[in-house]
């Protein structure tokens, strides 16, 4: 790889908590918080090498998913987020996922700190779920129902209409 | 979805309808605590405050029903808030809201008077309602108004009740005086603040204009100086202060005479109503001139600088400008319109920023109302656990 003559990097290398490498350029790398800040300290520093910066909690699959959505969003301003055509994108990128798959990239995204991603996935499993009822919530969620028979009629009751 | 971080959870809960947030509490217990602490009623509160889907606009109608609909969708019917028909008291109009509470007005006991109204806070997106305990108003009132927002430095929310009293002395002169009451909801009770012999009189606005949640503010008439100033209540250290009005000559009802020598065509301009819009403080003037009127509307840029008053725009639909009074109800920023009504007849119209245009607004299925008020979904609540009335 050609090192340019500033130390400003073109591209980073990122490792996937499976040992898979992924070559991402700087712009699209960008859009995760956490990869800019490495970007950023490297600058600092001066250095003209390629750095590799390991990511101990991503699979490569997930990884792919999260850099396909940097891509894309790489190529739109910040302020962009109101876009049509992103919000289709962003939309149908999100449909193809089963809870588990969202999930996965759900905290992928927040432990990237790509930001507008944990937002976009939050806002569609909160859509998804808003007409489950408790006991599916509880299931996709993976939760035990700690509550007392009698906890659980009181809380119903105080917030009667909501349960109707 | 087992392994998500609380904060994430959070995040997903925040987003979800009021309704099914409700719900949520009764998922587990960590849920239960997450929903209905305090960090999360706030973190709730300021996404809403950015969302348009989750600012509403309120109705009280005729038939005492309350009626909402979201700003985004201000075009299709109300929905009827049923749950205070079904269960509650019948409310006949806003006396101001904030994170999500209302101060409603109710005369369940068909009283004449409405200065002797109950007053209920209500959250329409939780259907909670607490009645404030009534208070006795003086027998020598010349008119009651209220005001309602939140005091951050005690975590509460405080309901201020000013009146004006005219004091006779015998063969004497004549006194007004002001007596100023605030409520806690903390406390639930009143506590007296002032009486007053004062030099501002009649009220020209009802309900207190709130800006950044705790500055309350009212416009008086000065009696000695004949023209309308504004006054600022700060619920934090409950003090009053003065804020400048803009540099417009105000001609007052007792000297439009003076007018008439200066400009030689009859012109007045009247200060028709004191409110807030996106959190600034907003004037509504009309200036009357041969046979026109129209009505401007003035926002103070910077709180408390007399020069950052500007006038934001002028209306000239006669709909609008022959109206007794014009108050501004809401900025939406996404639609770029301004929203305000009309009294006597109460109608609300919408101002188009870009292309200065104002329409009624119409709403259908709801004929008659007799309160409108913007309000946005908060789950904030307004009774303590273990006070819920079955």
């Known amino acids: 790889m050609a090192s340019s003559s500033s130390s400003s990097l073109s591209r980073v290398v990122v490792k996937s908590s499976d040992n898979n490498l992924f070559v991402v350029n700087k712009k699209v790398a960008s859009q995760s918080q956490l990869l800019k800040q490495c970007i950023d300290n490297m600058e600092e520093k001066g250095t003209n090498d390629v750095i590799l910066i390991p990511l101990s909690n991503v699979t490569s699959n997930i990884l792919t998913l999260v850099l396909e959505y940097c891509e894309k969003h790489a190529d739109f301003a910040d302020d962009d987020n109101n876009n049509q055509e992103l919000k289709q994108w962003d939309h149908e990128f999100l449909k193809k996922f089963d809870y588990a798959t969202l999930n996965s990239l759900t905290m992928a995204a927040d432990y990237m700190v790509t930001k507008s991603l944990l937002n976009l996935c939050c806002q569609f499993i909160a859509d998804s779920i808003k007409d489950l009822t408790v006991q599916q919530i509880r299931q996709i969620f993976d939760i035990k129902n700690d509550f007392t028979p009698q906890e659980e009629a009181d809380i119903k009751n105080e917030n009667a209409w909501a349960f109707r | ?390």
């Not at chain 2, 709130?210 to 008086?220: I, K, P, R």
């Not at chain 2, 639609?335 to 009294?343: D, G, H, K, Q, V």
């Open chain 2, 1 to 390: 979805m087992g392994s998500l971080p609380i904060d994430v959870i959070s995040d997903i809960l925040a987003r979800l309808p009021v309704k099914y947030l409700l719900r949520s509490k009764s998922v587990c217990k960590s849920w239960f605590t997450l929903i209905t602490s305090k960090h999360f009623i706030n973190f709730h509160l300021r996404l809403n405050t950015l969302s348009s889907s989750d600012k509403l606009l309120l109705f009280s109608s005729s038939d005492h029903s309350l009626y909402s609909v979201t700003f985004d969708s201000l075009e299709s019917p109300p929905t009827k808030l049923s749950y205070f028909s079904d269960n509650g008291p019948s409310f006949s109009g806003f006396g101001g809201s904030c994170n999500g509470l209302l101060l409603c007005f109710s005369n369940d006991n068909n009283n004449n008077d409405a200065s002797n109204n109950d007053v209920y806070l209500v959250n329409p997106s939780t259907f909670q309602y607490r009645k404030i305990p009534k208070l006795k108003v003086p027998k020598s009132h010349v008119c009651v108004n209220y005001g309602f927002g939140y005091d951050h430095k005690t975590d509460d929310y405080k309901v201020i009740r000013i009146v004006i009293l005219v004091y006779g002395c015998e063969d004497g002169p004549v006194f007004n005086a002001r007596e100023v009451m605030v409520y806690s909801l903390k406390a639930n009770s009143w506590r007296f603040i002032e009486e007053k012999i004062s030099d501002y009189a009649t009220l020209a606005s009802r309900n207190g204009a709130l800006v950044n949640n705790h500055l309350l503010h009212w416009m008086f008439w000065c009696i000695s100086k004949k023209e309308h100033r504004i006054s600022s209540f700060n619920l934090c250290n409950e003090q009053w202060s003065e804020i400048p009005m803009p540099d417009y000559v105000e001609i007052g009802l007792d000297n439009h005479r003076k007018g008439l020598e200066c400009n030689g065509d009859y012109k007045k301009i009247d200060v028709l109503h004191l409110g807030v819009l996106d959190e600034r403080l907003c004037l509504l003037t009309r200036k009357v001139q041969n046979n026109m009127c129209d009505v401007g509307m003035w926002v103070m840029k910077e709180y408390g600088v007399k020069k950052s008053w500007v006038k934001l725009l002028n209306i000239s639909d006669l709909n609008v400008s022959r109206s007794l009074k014009v108050v501004p109800i809401a900025y939406s920023e996404r639609y770029s319109e301004i929203l305000f009504r009309t009294e006597k007849e109460l109608n609300v119209f919408r101002y188009d920023l870009k292309k200065k245009r104002t329409t009624r607004l119409e709403i259908p299925g709801l004929s008659n109302f007799d309160g409108v008020s913007a309000c946005i979904r908060s789950i904030v609540p307004l009774i303590c656990h273990g006070e819920i009335d079955a």
